[in-house]
């Protein structure tokens, strides 16, 4: 597996806030577009046939500051949905690694780091608020992207035999 530069990176990547700031050199950092809060009752069965996702609902803004161009959310301790304004679009022979920016974790808030494949559109993550509270503006950068390309990817191996049942 060979990481790729930022700027090899961006070329996945759709939606950009600014390049500028968001591009790095062996990374990509992507921004909040919207949060969502979630019900409290979601359910995951074995066959999915009782499958029910958690539904969503926007979570209001509010001005902070009389100058400021961007909205803010206000998220009290839970767990959110993050929508980014990036999307991703990925080789069949890469993988990108997306975990949480060194800022949100010294906010008090995380994500689980997650390997993606293929294309990504709306990317989303589940976040995380462990204090009281947060705030979080339009735009602010939550999470870093990685991506590796799979250098030699072995062939696909035949699936074991199945055991007989007694």
């Not at 995951?44 to 609902?57: H, W």
């Not at 959310?73 to 060194?102: R, S």
């Not at 293929?118 to 705030?135: D, W, Y």
Request: proline share 5%; charged share 25%.
């Amino acid at each position: 597996m060979q990481l790729v530069s930022g700027k090899q990176a961006v070329q996945r990547v759709q939606n950009l806030v600014s390049e500028k700031h968001q591009v790095h050199a062996y990374a990509v950092e992507l921004s909040a577009r919207q949060i969502y809060g979630l019900s409290p009752v979601g359910q995951v069965d074995f066959g999915g046939s009782e499958y029910v996702a958690a539904e969503r609902q926007p979570v209001p803004t509010h001005q902070k500051h009389s100058q400021d161009k961007y909205q803010w959310w206000t998220l009290m301790h839970g767990a959110y949905l993050v929508e980014f304004n990036e999307t991703l679009e990925l080789a069949e022979d890469e993988i990108a690694l997306l975990e949480p920016h060194e800022r949100l974790l010294r906010a008090g808030a995380e994500h689980p780091s997650l390997y993606l494949r293929g294309k990504q559109n709306p990317l989303t993550i589940l976040l995380s608020v462990s204090g009281a509270k947060m705030e979080v503006k339009q735009n602010a950068r939550l999470s870093t992207l990685r991506v590796f390309r799979l250098a030699g990817a072995p062939k696909a191996a035949k699936p074991p035999a199945k055991k007989k049942k007694r």
